[in-house]
């Protein structure tokens, strides 16, 4: 059995990733589990992977470093549930130091791993050009140190999202990357592409040393200070009953939502949606740098339209930038507001926020 952890910045292609290696393992008669985490209780992750059928399970209410416990449980029961060839980890896009938490304590203390294991960190090729750069990130600096540092861990640095920049801007990324972190392996990655998401799992499926990692020099109050930047929001809704008249006003609840974050508080973090009803499901995403611009409204539209009618759920998860209090009266406000027009009901079945908290590793292996 062979772990692939994976992490990198929030909304960087890991899900995506992960979803499109899992379906070429597949493919080629591999057994794949996969392990979610995020500081939610609902994760859209996880329904986004059982969805497409992958037995998913999850560690939530915080991150694997925090919860280490957890994720040797997971790891435990996905094995004698399901017997996976591999086992696919992607831990909470706000998180770093996973080397000298997760990592080296997963070698250490569950010595049944060995070198089958490795560990990804992805990272928006267009957020790292402005990082790189020296440029204004799209968030405070306490925010940009932690993403600073899930980078510097990396040993297979995925630089994702390659289609979203000019080729010659993406080389000249690379071309600094490499200097900047000589001790990664980096490669270039559109992860909406089957042929470039086959080079990574050829290349974690390597024989790789991950003892050669450095667990990271990292200033846990600064780490601190960037995490409870963020607040969580995570919301389950029913809706009664999805038809072809009200169908409308559930891509302008969604629609609306984007906007407003965006124009509020850019944004900042990762805002997802899962909605499912008898028979159908879609995942709507807006992380760091996406425009609401015309062409996602009407990918939006699209993807609601192909929605099957009837009784219809929401999750809603929001890791964002900005307090719990506004981003909370925000979604609420807007719901209020889109369905008070119109004849769909939409009741809130569970409401759960949280900031997260100083970061305590169960284990730390320097
Ligand atoms: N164009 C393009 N879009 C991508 C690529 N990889 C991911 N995306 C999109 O980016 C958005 C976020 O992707 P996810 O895979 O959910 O990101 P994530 O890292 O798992 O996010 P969190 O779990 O919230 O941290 C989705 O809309 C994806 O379709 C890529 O290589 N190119
Ligand atoms: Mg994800």
Known sequence: MKIHLVGGFLGSGKSTAILKAARLLV???????IITNDQGKHLVDTAFFRAQ?????????????????????QIEKITTQYNPDVIFAESVGSCADIVATVVKPLQELRGDLGEAASYSVFVD????????LDQEMPFSEDVAYIFAKQIEEAGILIINKIDLLDAQRVQQVAEMAAVRYPQAAILLQN????????????LIGEKRDLLRLKSLSIDY??????????????KHYRLDVLNSENRDTL?????????????????AGHLKF??????????????TMQEIDDVFITQVRAQ???????????????????????????????VKEKTDQTDLTVTEMESFTRTPGYPKPTHRIE
């Open 27 to 33: 493919e080629q008669q591999t057994r794949v589990g």
């Open 53 to 73: 059928d992958f037995p998913a399970l999850e560690v939530t209410g915080g991150c694997f470093c925090c919860h280490f416990n957890d994720l040797s449980e």
């Open 125 to 132: 090729v267009r957020l790292l050009e402005r990082f790189l």
């Open 191 to 202: 992860s909406l592409d089957e042929q470039d998401v086959a080079l990574w799992l050829s």
């Open 221 to 234: 109050d600064r780490y601190a200070s960037g995490e409870q930047k963020m607040a969580w929001i995570d």
């Open 251 to 267: 891509a302008d609840i969604v629609i609306a939502i984007a906007q407003a974050v965006d124009h509020e508080q850019r944004i």
């Open 274 to 287: 899962h909605i499912q009803t008898d028979g159908s499901n879609i995942k709507v995403s807006v992380p």
């Open 304 to 334: 609601v339209a192909n929605l099957k009618s009837g009784a219809t759920e929401m999750w809603i998860n929001a890791l964002l930038v900005g307090t719990v209090e506004r981003l909370e009266s925000l979604i609420a406000g807007i």
